[in-house]
């Protein structure tokens, strides 16, 4: 009944909607500096980052409809409310294809990966055996992230429409006064005041009831975001501090 929500699909419409010739300009500007630092002979002072160089994927070599700068990836995972996280956060174990394009990937660039990403749903990184869409990604040599491979069930189209309240703040607010409007339009006179003689459908009565839905829907959102840890999918897309206590 519901179109299936792709990910990777998303991810490129953000991609060339972002992409402009400044962002080209400063993508230029980075990968002339980098090299600059590379290709110095001071490259003794720069040996930590020289070396971390042989475990990322080198832009040059890849296909660059499958590079997304983190800001792209960020927007993705809290339309979704996803969390990208390092590699050691995922709970379940990488699927056979993943593994075999990582070494596809390590021969072609004569390199041993090690900085990978996933990005996934919270349940994924608690919870083994999850069938849930997951994107595996490798940190590049200029600070973007190249996508590996693409996994498990793909979400329903209803799905955005149903973590929408909780993507931000903002969304918050207009879910709540959404709901809070369409229930006071259907409360009837009575359910408001015993003087229901000669009362308009439009009353003072109806916009207290409204403040009031509006507040109780605030104080119930609270305490369901503290009590449960629900927080908003701006600030934990990338928060790892509940599996550090593990």
């Given at each position: 009944m519901f179109k299936k929500l792709n990910l990777t699909n998303e991810l490129k419409i953000i991609k060339q909607k972002n992409?402009?010739?400044e962002d080209e300009?400063?993508?230029q500007t980075k990968k002339i500096l980098q090299n600059d630092i590379i290709y110095?002979?001071?490259?003794?002072?720069?040996?930590p980052y020289y070396n971390k160089l042989l475990t990322v994927v080198s832009e040059e070599e890849c296909d660059t409809n499958l590079i997304f700068s983190i800001n792209e990836i960020k927007e993705v995972a809290i339309n979704n409310r996803l969390r990208f996280l390092e590699r050691k956060y995922f709970k379940n174990n990488l699927p056979y294809e993943a593994k075999l394009k990582i070494l596809d990937i390590e021969k072609k660039q004569l390199k041993q990966l090690s900085n990978f990403f996933v990005l996934a749903p919270y349940s994924s990184f608690k919870i083994k055996n999850s069938q849930n869409n997951c994107l595996l990604f490798s940190e590049t040599n200029?600070?973007?992230?190249?996508?590996i491979h693409n996994w498990g069930n793909q979400f329903k189209q209803v799905h955005k429409l149903i973590i929408w309240p909780l993507k931000n703040f903002e969304t918050l607010f207009i879910s709540l006064l959404i709901i809070s409007a369409l229930i006071t339009l259907t409360l009837p006179n009575n359910w408001l005041t015993n003087k229901t003689q000669n009362l308009p459908y439009w009353n003072v009565f109806r916009f207290v009831a409204f403040l009031h839905l509006l507040i109780v829907g605030f104080g119930v959102s609270v305490y369901y975001i503290m009590a449960f840890s629900k927080n908003l999918s701006n600030t934990i897309?990338?928060?790892h501090k509940e599996f550090d206590r593990k």
């Open positions: 992409n402009n010739t300009l400063i993508v110095t002979t001071k490259i003794l002072n720069h040996l200029y600070g973007n992230f190249y996508l897309w990338n928060s």
